[in-house]
């Protein structure tokens, strides 16, 4: 089993940045990427980005090619997640969620997933 635990949301205005962490424990070895996917009021989720624990293989959604970087920490278990110049269509609850297979890396076929943490950009 892999828990996951997310942090760093918040309110912030819009243009403004924030930076969510996602700590993993337990099984780490047995996964190979970890994703960021949100989910807006009435909408279904969505991945965002996902990036494999050696930094070497990342994904981005096109919406948030240039805003958004990746980033992550095998020696602390941590994934990051900079969200800069945010916009109210960025409003969202964000999950991390750990994989096992590379293969699934950019579908919704996650193994474990965090509980969220709400992002509100406000206008």
């Known amino acids: 089993q892999v828990q996951l635990v997310e942090s760093g949301g918040g309110l912030v205005q819009a243009g403004g940045s924030l930076k969510l962490s996602c700590v993993a424990s337990?099984?780490?070895?047995?996964?190979?990427?970890v994703g960021w996917f949100r989910q807006a009021p009435g909408k279904e989720r969505a991945i965002v980005a996902t990036?494999?624990?050696?930094?070497?293989?990342?994904y981005y959604q096109d919406t948030v090619k240039g805003r958004f970087t990746l980033s992550s920490d095998s020696a602390k278990h941590t994934v990051y997640l900079q969200m800069n110049s945010v916009t109210p269509e960025d409003t969202a609850v964000y999950y991390c969620?750990?994989?096992?297979?590379?293969?699934?890396?950019?579908?919704?076929?996650?193994?474990?997933w965090g509980q969220g943490t709400q992002v509100t950009v406000s206008s």
């Open positions: 969620a750990a994989t096992r297979l590379y293969a699934n890396m950019w579908s919704p076929d996650y193994d474990y």
């Open positions: 990036i494999s624990w050696s930094g070497n293989i990342v």
């Open positions: 337990g099984e780490i070895d047995s996964t190979a990427a």
